[in-house]
């Protein structure tokens, strides 16, 4: 009889410790759906899409790199004495490292840049060139290209504007410069290469 009573509190310990790692399974699972959702809703609500028009007639896609690097190789040396120029990029930060302005890297003062702000300076340079836009127009193009190559970086300042710790979402405002992400392509949050593009989100798109 005394062996019968240990077994039925076994049983219910058992049973409780089931109980309440169920309880503790539904919770964090609940938890992660809420982050997920507001993590969407936040992406929605700052990020352009895929295939978004723009005010320079091309559709958001880094399918664009290619011909933004080449407009940075062909134009920018036609450009860099604009005030347009130094003053659109000057006013946003780099994404991949945000204590230095898009107008110059932190790799430039080595001699080198990445592939990510080479891009936005590429843009800059043909919306000045072919299209005579304002400085105001430049740096809102500029900047709504960013936003979408760079999207982990903005939904990370963004948090952390608000108050909300981005490491908690898998986030990080810390520049993929400074992580050793110089070569990892810019769709995987790095800067896509500091020489050729390193991006197989295109090749595996066009194949």
């Known amino acids: ?9 076994c049983l219910f310990w058992l049973a409780g410790l089931v109980g309440l790692t169920l309880c ?10 809420s982050d997920e959702a507001f993590l969407e809703t936040l992406r929605a609500e700052i990020i ?5 028009e723009t005010a320079y007639a091309i559709q958001l896609s880094l ?15 036609l450009v860099e004495e604009d005030p347009r120029y130094r003053g659109a990029l000057g006013a946003l930060a780099a ?5 230095n302005t898009a107008f110059r890297c932190c790799c430039e003062k080595g001699g080198q840049s990445c592939n990510i702000v080479r891009s936005g300076k590429g843009l800059a340079a043909h919306l000045i060139r072919d299209l005579d836009f304002e400085m105001a127009e430049i740096q809102a193009s500029v900047l709504e290209w960013f936003r979408f190559a ?3 970086y903005y939904l990370a300042a963004e948090l952390e504007t608000r108050g909300y710790d981005a490491d908690n979402y898998g ?6 410069c400074y992580r050793q992400m110089c070569n990892t392509p810019i769709s995987q949050g790095g800067c896509g290469g ?3 593009l390193i991006e197989p989100a295109i090749e595996s798109a066009d194949g």
């Open 1 to 9: 009889m005394p062996n019968t009573k240990r077994y039925r509190g």
């Open 24 to 33: 503790i399974l539904f919770v964090v699972v609940a938890a992660q759906e």
């Open 48 to 52: 352009p899409a895929e295939g978004d």
């Open 63 to 77: 399918h664009s790199l290619p011909q933004f690097i080449e407009w940075w190789r062909t134009l920018v040396p």
């Open 95 to 99: 994404p991949c490292c945000d204590d």
């Open 150 to 152: 760079r999207s982990d």
């Open 171 to 176: 986030l990080t405002t810390h520049g993929s």
């Open 194 to 196: 500091m020489a050729e």
